[in-house]
């Protein structure tokens, strides 16, 4: 199990040493740096090696490490290191420079829905997940009380399952129309199978979205997109 979350990933903290390129890299200095510093770079091969064996602690660590990878295209690699620090480090506090804390689990989880989101071929998404805390909006971090769902990723499946079912890769023969509403350029016809369709200028419409807005009447005011 330690092996399959990757490299460098809690809790494979150890197989990073056997890397040749970690020993390449110490070697030629591109690791004598703030591990601070060398984030605003553009070397994230070092920045990966320096927040893997840094000492800063282990939930910070896992927030930066998925943060280079991300930077690096790398996105399973990223979502993997989110998601253990939210498992492993969920109650992580950390401070920001104007002494305030921040708590990377919870921006963890918005990294992990970010990057699903912006990046659907990886066809992933999350199920359950959320950080809770009472009492984080001062700057007193005894009084925290964390309530944890680390949730689980999982890859999409109700699309496939649903074509499945309803065999949306066949065509559906409506027959005639056997019932219409409305006259003119937009109608609304009932075919002989039970199916509605929305016409306009005789071709099927579709509506992609819908506004509601209260007007001074009193009367509500719909228009569809």
């Known amino acids: ?106 921006t963890a989880i918005a990294k992990i829905r970010h990057i699903i989101r912006f990046h659907p071929e990886l066809n992933l998404e999350d199920k359950w997940m959320k950080i809770k805390i009472d009492n984080s909006f001062d700057n007193d971090t005894k009084n925290d009380i964390f309530y944890v769902f680390p949730g689980k990723i999982v890859e999409k499946g109700v699309l496939d399952k649903v074509k499945d079912t309803l065999h949306l890769e066949e065509r559906v023969e409506l027959g005639e129309v056997k019932k219409q509403v409305g006259e003119g350029e937009v109608r609304l016809v009932q075919y002989a199978n039970g199916h509605w369709q929305l016409l306009v200028k005789d071709q099927p419409y579709v509506i992609h979205g819908m506004t509601y807005t209260r007007r001074k009447s009193g009367k509500a005011l719909t228009r569809a997109l």
Request: proline fraction near 7%; avoid cysteine.
């Open 1 to 106: 199990m330690s092996q399959a979350i990757g490299e460098g990933i809690y809790p494979n903290t150890g197989a990073i040493y056997n890397n040749p390129r970690y020993k390449i890299v110490k070697d030629s200095g591109r690791l004598d740096v703030d591990p601070w510093d060398i984030l605003h770079t553009h070397d994230l091969e070092a920045a990966y090696f320096k927040w893997a064996t840094t000492n800063e602690p282990w939930g910070v660590r896992l927030f930066y490490l998925g943060t280079i990878f991300e930077r690096a295209g790398m996105y399973y690699e990223a979502i993997r290191a989110f998601h253990a620090l939210i498992v492993h480090f969920p109650k992580t506090v950390a401070m920001t420079y104007w002494q305030t804390p921040w708590y990377p689990g919870q």
